[in-house]
């Protein structure tokens, strides 16, 4: 038979936990059959509000109310954890349903998840007491009870509930619940750097949670170097100390994330109890001032070049895997400050030649070189056209317009082709200054200084940039305000 809806006064009766009339109403219906238009039943509706007496009549004289969720594919103890409280009644349906402590509803949520989420702090001590490890399920966000009792900041300290269950966490666990697949609690403490208590109580409590992992995060060590947190890194190194020699999805280690944010203090703390940063290299065959170097942190090349000999001289002239130094990728990628100071340290190289036999000269000229190419084919290809002039001169006769002078016509037309003329000259010497740069005869050490002078003439000499496509623009709106005329010259 199809539902019914539930009518107000039998409503009002569960409201107000009206037992006596309640009975008398809900005789003259099928009770199974009675759900709100979101499709809560009788006992739903009882629960969220508390109604004790109802609830305690409905389950023991429709048990099959206890099992139903509604459109959202909420239980009874969905409704609780959000809205109600344990009393003695939902704590006799926990004892005799167990199963409906690990029933998802349709955003992956358990009556756990909703219970940390309104900081329900009772039914959630209920429900973990009963089965601690659905404190690990993940919804479809990937978060756990636990995950977001910490992204709470442990609001009504629902976290030390969670923490202080006997129960071993599953770390190795296929089950498609388990954590690993998801959000790792540590990680949300550490997010919360101002709250260094909560990755504390973590530590203490349940340590095995250090060695969790993100997909895109890694560990917890590769997650605190990535924004600094130093008192965060510091403690890991303590107690996961082994998570140093893990890497992420990139192939970095920590101390590489630490290089990329230009977290110096964080290098710092690796190094003193890592003074072998030679043995760190990521899949790109990097060491850590390789990365220091590409992504332009002068701070912490500063900070190497300043280290002891034995410690920074491996590190200086080494070649990752495309043959290229730390000095290739500064010059290469434009990081100014930090090829500055490592063309000035006596140390390094200035000449090895990576697998495309490119020095880091040619390497820094050669984009250069690409660049200034490009700006200028742009340039050329947006020039504007000229019309015919008696055209612009008829069109602005009928517009009863003021007519350009055909001196000043002729000046324009002077400062265009003017324009064009620089525009094609940088782009030609440009690409002459690449295409010499590329030539396999100018590989020869003998012969690179010399290429390296003439094309450095042919960019900075004859190939800086022409005036751009605007200045031509600018100068027409000025024509047009002398003349007084309308119509355009494009």
Sequence with gaps: MANTKINSKLYECVKQDNIEEFKSLVQQHLTEKLVTPCGNTLLHVAVSYGSDNITSYLAGTFPSLITIQNSQKDTILHLAAREGQASDTIKSLVESNPSLITKKNTKGNTPLHDAVITDNKEVAKLLVSRDPEVAYYNNKNGKSPLYLAVENGNKKEILDDLLHLRVSFPIKSEDGDALPKGKSPVHAAIKQRNRSDLLEKIEKEKPELLRLTEEKLGN????????????????????????????????????????KSDSVDVVKEFLDIFPYPKEFLNKKGHNILHVAANYGNSSLVRYMLKQDQKLVAPLLNAIDEDGNTPLHLAAGYGRCTATFLLVRDNRVEHFIVNNRNWTPYEWNLLVVAVLVAGVTFAGVIQLPQLRDNNNSSDRRNESNSTTYTVSHYSTYENLLYGYLFLDVGALSSSLVAALFLLLPGFNYPKFQISAVGFSTIMVYGFGMPSPSPEFASTFESEVFETSGGGGGLW
């Design 220 to 259: 917890s060590l590769h997650y605190a170097s990535s924004i600094g947190f130093l008192e965060g890194v510091r403690l890991l190194l303590k107690k996961f100390h082994d998570g140093a020699y893990e890497t992420n999805l990139e192939g970095d280690y920590p101390i590489h994330v630490a290089c």
